[in-house]
């Protein structure tokens, strides 16, 4: 049945009326966008054991819903994508592009670019530079093969050479992210040059959409030289008036006022209001909308709290809805089937030789020259050849300036997937470092190290004053090793676009942690430095940001690096005085339990109840902290019994030893037993319990809950007597005596979990278990 395109409603009746709700253009739209979310969304999952980053499973996404793939079957392709609803889509796709280069332009920091190395400006030149040159010589090659002489040859080198010379930044910090590569000289090199490219990618496409925007009988140089000069203007304005205005917004938004809630809501009204406005200027001016919501990004500070509160609100909306849509526009008007022919398929092995090329081989050399070393000049070559959304843009625009014919479009579309799906697996192949790491670490292990080194692990802000309360405990005026405390701000990298900014925020100032949502994080490092120069503690403190899937890699590494004795690891849950208990996500759990089974030095799962308050600053404020060691017999409760002594060193500290009798008893546990016995001050305690078999779980909990104590260590993997071996724990992290204590006794209590590490083999793989997120 023939429809009338003038006569399609926003909305159907229904089907009981007999209407088909496919005619109408908006539950057409939901089908069609649940078509794309769901295509993309599994091959996201299908490519993730590769390591691939999202925009590949969008692209390849896109192609498959478009006559390459889904369009083959006519019947079905008219169906779900008729003629009528690609403007409909392609509009709400536009409104989602247009606000995610909003989101590119507020993650992109100019002071970063400016502060960025020589070395990188560098290799960011070389890598424009080259590729632009093969562009010249593959536009040549087309005009000489008869390919559309039409289109002028300015035009065609221009946006060439653009699309063979972009790097796309957010996908590139994904792919550093995802191979740990973002600490690396590697990496930062590679982010500073990238941002660079950005800003220089986006200037050349407006010149080029500038050039072939004049199409009506107007046309002209005349007419091109007033875009040009009309986008200057426009630029020019916004850095300079309107950045002054959203600078004094920012400022509002960050003042403690009572009516901020309301001026905030105001506010960011008013900046999404702006990215539409400045969109519509530069279409009115002759270049493309997305351009000046990319510019209006630039002019939010990045400093503040404000250009946090604008990612958060938007980012997801934008990024997991309407940008698969744009994808998947592009892919309706890329069609495969169009390279036909030995010369076509000639001209895409050129086209991507020529970009995998001229990228890697500028990149190299003039790495090379900056004296970096082969592998990682070779790595920083594939890593800046990354393609991206940006790739995909400029190619839209030139198809729709008909700069671009329906064969060169789809053979640039595959050129891009190519390039950015082959990154991942060369850069594994040939650049390594975390090896190197672990070599080097473990040669270091050997020599004599008369200093302690912990390695704390930190979610957020809740968890500082508690560990710095833990590790003071501790240490003592007496004690002879010197300790080193290395704080690892743990932050999770996902696709949102607030990880990007994360990651450029630390590469620009090198602060510890990132963390724009909550508390300054300028406090959280001087809570540190404080500590630092009050104790005989060394502090050194930084940042791992990577995916919740990855995150104990870098905990282990920093761990082997570091030559670290413990590592220290939040539990999952917090509880606090106001909101009782939150679970920070049961992720988080999952990194908890990675850790334990792949550490190869000892480790503790801290349990933070109420261990912040009261401090351990002198021992008369510290007089009511009670610190009780659990020991039942085993490796890891001599582990225990070992850091609990050390606590007792502190005169702040009150320690008792509980020791529960079995039915045998080892020789290490005694010689353990008997050397702490001696230690012991006169104000500690030691306790032997001979418990019937059956009330073991029952007096353990009683005898926490009766003394009242602060700190209870145990060990995670301790023997188990009597009916504790019938209890079946619920974090098995914690093992079961911790599990017991977590489920049974009163909130002001905190809990030690020490796993103890022979050198030999790791412990807990058996105990830790199967978990799911």
């Known amino acids: 049945m023939s429809l009338n395109i003038t006569n399609i409603k926003t909305s159907s009746d229904g089907a009981w009326q007999g209407d088909n709700p496919l005619n109408s253009a908006f539950p057409l739209l939901i089908l069609q966008t649940i078509l794309v979310l769901f295509i993309t969304r599994s091959l ?14 969008e692209i390849l996404g896109g192609i498959l819903l478009g006559p390459s793939a889904l369009g083959r079957n006519k019947q079905i392709f008219h169906l779900v994508f008729p003629s009528w609803s690609t403007p409909i889509l392609e509009s709400v796709a536009s409104i989602g592009l247009l606000f995610f280069l909003f989101l590119v332009g507020l993650e992109l920091d100019l002071a970063s670019i400016r502060q960025s190395s020589r070395r990188a400006f560098c290799i960011a030149l070389a890598g424009i530079s080259l590729p632009f040159l093969f562009a010249a010589a593959v536009s040549f090659i087309l005009r000489r093969s008869g390919f559309d002489d039409e289109v002028p040859y300015g035009q065609l080198l221009l946006f060439l050479g653009v699309s063979l010379s972009i790097t796309a930044f957010p996908v590139l910090a994904r792919i550093l992210a995802e191979l740990k590569l973002l600490t690396t000289q590697v990496g930062q090199t590679a982010m500073a040059a990238a941002a660079f490219n950005d800003v220089v990618a986006w200037i050349l496409l407006a010149l080029a959409v500038a050039l072939a925007g004049p199409s009506g009988p107007s046309s002209g140089p005349l007419v091109s030289v007033w875009i040009l000069a009309s986008g200057l203007g426009f630029v020019a ?11 004094w917004i920012a400022k509002k938004c960050s003042s403690p006022a009572p009516e901020r809630a309301f001026a905030d809501e105001a506010y960011i009204c008013l900046t999404l209001a702006g990215v539409m406005a400045s969109g519509f200027m530069t279409d009115l001016i002759g270049i493309h909308a997305i351009f000046g919501a990319f510019v209006f990004g630039l002019t939010i500070p990045k400093g503040g ?30 069609d495969v089937a169009k390279i036909q022919g030995a010369e076509a398929w000639g001209l895409l092995a050129v086209v991507i030789s020529t970009a995998c090329a001229g990228k890697i081989l500028g990149t190299f050399a003039v790495a090379m020259m900056c004296m970096m070393p082969a592998r990682e000049s070779l790595a920083l070559g594939v890593l800046m050849n990354t393609k991206g959304l940006v790739e995909l843009i400029v190619l839209n625009i030139g198809r729709e300036k008909k700069v671009l014919n329906d064969e060169m479009f789809a053979i640039l579309v595959l050129m891009a997937l190519f390039t950015t799906f082959m990154t991942t697996p060369t850069v594994m192949a040939i650049y390594k470092p975390s090896q190197t790491t672990r070599r080097r670490s473990h040669e270091l292990q050997d020599t004599s190290q008369p200093e302690l080194r912990i390695l704390a692990c930190i979610h957020s802000s809740r968890n500082v004053p508690s560990l710095i309360n833990l590790i003071d ?3 003592s005026a007496a004690a002879k090793p010197t300790l080193h405390l290395f704080a690892i701000h743990l932050v999770e990298l996902t696709d949102r676009s607030s990880s990007i900014m994360m990651v450029q925020r630390a590469r620009r100032n090198g602060l510890p942690f990132i963390n724009c949502f909550t508390i300054p994080n300028y406090q959280i490092a001087a809570s540190f430095e404080s500590y630092c120069h009050a104790s005989r503690v060394t502090v050194h403190h930084s940042t791992a940001i990577s995916a919740l899937h990855s995150m104990h890699e870098d905990i282990c590494h920093v761990a082997e690096d570091k030559r670290a004795s413990v590592i220290i690891l939040p539990f999952h849950k917090q509880w606090t005085m106001s909101s009782g208990v939150e679970n920070v996500g049961n992720g988080w759990r999952v990194v908890n339990r990675r850790v334990l089974e792949t550490a190869t030095c000892s480790v503790a799962v801290f349990v933070d109840r109420g261990f912040s308050g009261g401090g351990l600053d002198s021992p008369e404020e510290a007089a009511a902290k009670k610190v009780c060691v659990l020991f039942f017999g085993g490796a890891d409760d001599r582990e225990a019994l070992k850091i609990g002594c050390g606590m007792a060193e502190n005169p702040a500290v009150s320690l008792t030893v509980i020791r529960f009798l079995g039915d045998s008893c080892d020789e290490s546990d005694e010689a353990v037993l008997s050397e702490a016995k001696v230690n012991l001050a006169a104000e500690d305690e030691y306790i032997e319990k001979k418990v019937a078999a059956k009330k073991v779980v029952e007096e353990l909990v009683s005898i926490v809950r009766g003394k009242g104590f602060q700190l209870v260590v145990v060990g995670r993997n301790g023997a188990k007597i009597g009916d504790m071996e019938e209890h079946q724990a619920d974090n098995p992290e914690l093992g079961t005596v911790g599990d017991i204590l977590l489920a049974s006794t009163a909130t002001g209590t905190s809990l030690l979990v020490i796993q103890h590490h022979d050198g030999k083999e790791m412990k807990g793989k058996e105990s830790v278990g199967e978990c799911s997120v």
């Open 44 to 57: 996201a999952f299908l490519l993730r054991p590769l390591r691939q980053p999202r925009v590949i499973a």
């Open 305 to 334: 709290e404000f250009a946090g509160r604008v990612m958060k609100r938007i980012e997801d909306f934008v990024t997991g809805l309407l940008l698969p849509l744009y994808f998947a526009s592009s892919g309706l008007k890329t």
């Open 473 to 475: 405990a501790t240490t």
């Open 237 to 247: 304005f916004m850095l300079v008036v309107v950045r002054r205005v959203m600078e």
